[in-house]
């Protein structure tokens, strides 16, 4: 069935391991939590379509591997991104520093007007949390992030979380930048595509080629 | 009011209209134009029988006879919509494999189905399914039936896709005792058992695990002795006949050389490992697996390893004293010295052995190899006891960080639990323990281990392209054009396929072959899976996501001993110092003299892939080419 979708997204999902990202995903792709997840090896997507103030937007939301020795791979993946989100664990205080060092990777390998989110998941085991919700909404201002906490558990705020992040680069792309045609150097890929998209009668044709650079022998 | 959620699955077989179905239902169009999917989730709230819905549709990926049962499709489904196009005759019989996989999963319950021959407008024109047929088919399974169109929904008929909507949601909801049926159904038989009542059995189970075992850990020894039930089949009953006679084969050797020491007879368990049907049985895995590990194959270059000097090829028969001074000098290089290898606990006592805990407890990796560990519950067998599993588990991650702690430079990888615990189900904590510490004595996982994975494993899967482009030069040139990588096939050569492969037969099976095989062995299995996922890899969009997607997911139903015969032969024909030396050099000069098209590369007979396309005839083939090709 052809484009049945106005827009395609691409969004990524980043953060130590064990965090969550797998069960959040799973959670938004298929509405399940089990027990029997694996950890994550290397990099895939799931895909959901959803509908946003009357527009069909399909996302290809991409979950990677969290442990430290995978990061250099992953990151190759982070240049096609339209959106990231960076999710830590508020039982895991060590996953909530990482923040930082995740933000940083994404300064040097997204591109540089990719919207990006803070989620602080595992919220519904409050008897174990570590991170105050304060500094996790702290953090998210002193990055100029939007900032959720969730479950991937209780299902609790993981809708909100992809709506708002896919609301955030729909508004961002519709303000306007479809009239900047190869704005280039400045703006990431993602507009340029985005910008075909809105004039291909708003049917986006998902060609937005993601790079991988690593056949270096 | 409450908003009663319900999940339902659109299978099939590819282009045969399940996103049109979807979509005229969700929000009432249509389009002519064809785009595959690959998952998608959409949602729509419906009003049946007085009460509010939320339907969240499953629309899948277009089903093959090869293809995985997905996994968003085995569990929290509700219900399933098959769907054949009645212009497509294939389709036809695609929903009746698609039907007994997911009774396979279910464990033969009845479940609520709907079948739909779609594309019913071109009934004029091509229709290739009769009516009569869908009907039959439908009542075997005790399914409601219905011909639609997609394209041309006619509102006042009874067959529209609303009707396949609504149809759905009542068997669900029957089948939940929540609603009675009417009298003039379609349906022939009624008394559908309530089979998704919530606390009812088959709910509490979980999908994905019952998926991975279903023809679990003993499926060759049920072929084996169940032979009368396959003798039907006479490649089967081939392959049976093998299979019993190559058990037999084992069984006596090793009554006849135990005595002695099975170590003298390295190759007669590598040819045994390494053949069709590998050990076949765990008892003889658990007595031969350590000995191979005690002398793996090692590499002709000291690439592979960090440079431990006496790396070479053992080709004796009796345990060489290579091996030895190879353990000898791995040994010294543990500076960890309090650690010991092997601990008893039972002459440690209980006090040594909880002090031995803490003190692994505070190694750096403790805590990421537990969550990891914690994450296994996918890889256990449904009918293992969850105290068993529980103590498996409790095992697993001191096992893991004693192997880890022997050296200082290892880094721990997500995935070297998997090979683990792979050793811990077949031969106990024990020797689990001492193959682990062999297997990272030289060879691939110490390599995973000491350097960065873009030093090791990804330089590794590079090979797989310049095996490609000589065995299949379209598929190497489709892969290198959207940027592919390596990354799809990474868990591959990291966890011997135990990470990806859903069935432990499977799993074993392979560790039989890279047991007893050179270092490099995983890599030519990934290049012979990559071959054989080849009609899918070209059928999806050429771009790098779906490419990726499509391979970095393993089919169930993979044909694990044609494709390791596939991987020798390729090994045979590119032997590991020619792939990573002449080979290698020529292909890179290849690709850059012609970065899209890759030429002047011979191309060698299909052998491969006709072995993959021939499917279950390849079996046998297989097993010819193999006693062909012996090693
Ligand atoms: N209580 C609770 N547990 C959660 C939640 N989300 C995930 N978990 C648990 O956290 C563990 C790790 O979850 P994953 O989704 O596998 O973590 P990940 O971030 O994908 O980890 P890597 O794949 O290793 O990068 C699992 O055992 C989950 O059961 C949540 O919202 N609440
Ligand atoms: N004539 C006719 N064509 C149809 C009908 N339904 C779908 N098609 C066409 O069949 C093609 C495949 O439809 P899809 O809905 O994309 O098929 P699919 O089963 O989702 O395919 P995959 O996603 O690849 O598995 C498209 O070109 C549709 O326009 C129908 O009822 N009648
Ligand atoms: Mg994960
Ligand atoms: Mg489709």
Known sequence: ?217 | MSVIRRKIALMGCYCVGKSSITERFVSGNFSNDYETTIEDLQTKSYKYDGKDFLLRIMDTAGHQQYSLFPRSCAFDVDGYILVYSIDDRHSFEIVQIIYDKIRDHMGDVKFPVVLVGNKIDLQSESRAVTKEEGLQLARSWEAVFLEVSAKDNIGKSKNTVKHVFEKALQEIEMSRGNVQRRSNELRVQTGMPSISAPNSPRRKRSYPVAGKWVNSCNDVNQDVDGGDEVCENPIKAAQWRALSEKRNNINQFLELHREEGLHFYLDELRHFATTRGGLIDDDFRAEIWPILAERMVTCEDEDCTDATPSCTVSRSTSGSDLQTSDFESAMSEMTNEETTPIADPEESGVDAENERLEKLQEHKEWRQVDMDVQRTLARFPPNISEQHRTTLQEDLTPLIVQILSTNPGFNYYQGFHDVLLTFLLVLGKEKALKVGLDITRSGSFRAYLLKSLEDSVLKELNLVYVILSRADPELEEVMRSVNLGGLFALSWPLTWFSHSLHNYHQIVRCFDVFLASHPLFPIYVTAAVVMYRRAAVLSVEQEMPFIHHCLNTMPHEIPVDEIIADATYLMKLMPPVLLKGRYLEEYQRNVSSSPVKTRGVSKLPRYALQLAVMGAAGAAAGYFLLTRYQI
Request: net charge neutral; glycine share 8%; proline share 0%.
């Open chain 1, 1 to 217: 069935m052809a484009r049945t979708y106005d827009y395609l997204f691409k969004l990524l999902l980043i953060g130590d391991s064990g965090v969550g990202k797998t069960c959040v995903l799973f959670r938004f792709s298929d509405d399940s939590f089990n027990n029997s997840f694996i950890s994550t090896i290397g990099i895939d997507f799931k895909i959901r379509t959803i509908d946003l103030d009357g527009k069909k937007i399909k996302l290809q939301i991409w979950d990677t591997a969290g442990q430290e020795r995978f990061r250099t791979i992953t990151t190759a993946y982070y240049r096609g991104a339209m959106g990231i989100m960076l999710v830590y664990d508020i039982t895991n205080e060590k996953s909530f520093e990482n923040i930082k060092n995740w933000i940083r990777n994404i300064e040097e390998h997204a591109s540089q007007d990719v919207e990006r989110m803070i989620i602080g998941n595992k919220c519904d085991m409050e008897d174990r949390r570590v991170v105050s919700r304060d500094r996790g909404q702290q953090l998210s201002i002193e990055y100029g992030t939007k900032f959720m906490e969730t479950s991937a558990k209780l299902n609790h705020n993981i809708e909100e979380a992809f709506y708002t992040l896919a609301r955030d680069i729909k508004g961002k792309m519709e303000r306007g930048q479809g009239q900047t045609v190869g704005v280039g150097g400045t703006t990431g890929r993602y507009q340029q595509d985005s910008t075909i998209a809105a004039q291909g009668n708003n049917l986006c044709k998902n060609r937005h080629t993601f790079h991988c650079d690593f056949i270096a022998f």
